[in-house]
C-alpha cells in the first residue's frame, strides 16, 4: 500500500523506488516523480562531470538537466520493467516463459499476467 504488488512482481509496489541525491550546489531540495531508470545514472554522473559517453549505444539517458531543473520534463516517456526468467535454477519460483513489463506514457503492459494497464489516476494500476 498505496501501490499494488510488492518485490518479484512487475506491478508499481515491485518496481518502483526511491532514490536520493545531495549536492546542495547544484540542486535546490525537492521531491521528484519523474521517471528514472537505474540505467540513466551511468550518462547523468558523466553530465554531471562534463563528460560524454564514449559509447552511443547506451541504454540510459542523460537526466542532468531535468535533475538541475524541476520545470523540465523527464527524457524518459518509456520504460522496460526488468525481464524475469523464473524457469532458471536460482529463480525457480513459477516456470515458465519469461515475465516482464514496458510501460509507455500512462499506459503499462505486463507479460504473463493480466495484460494492459492504464496509470493515469494516480500510483493505482487500472484495467
Known sequence: WPLRGSK????????????FVHA????????STTWMHV???FPTVLSMAGLSPTSPDLDGLDQWAQLQDA????PRKEMIYNLFYPNFPEYNITG??????IRVGDWKYIHRTFGLFRLGRGTREWN
Open 8 to 19: 518479484l512482481t512487475m506491478w508499481e509496489g515491485g518496481t518502483r523506488t526511491v532514490a
Open 24 to 31: 546542495p550546489q547544484y540542486l535546490s531540495p525537492r521531491i
Open 39 to 41: 540505467t540513466d545514472w
Open 71 to 74: 520545470s523540465l520534463d523527464s
Open 96 to 101: 515458465g516463459p519469461a515475465i516482464g513489463a
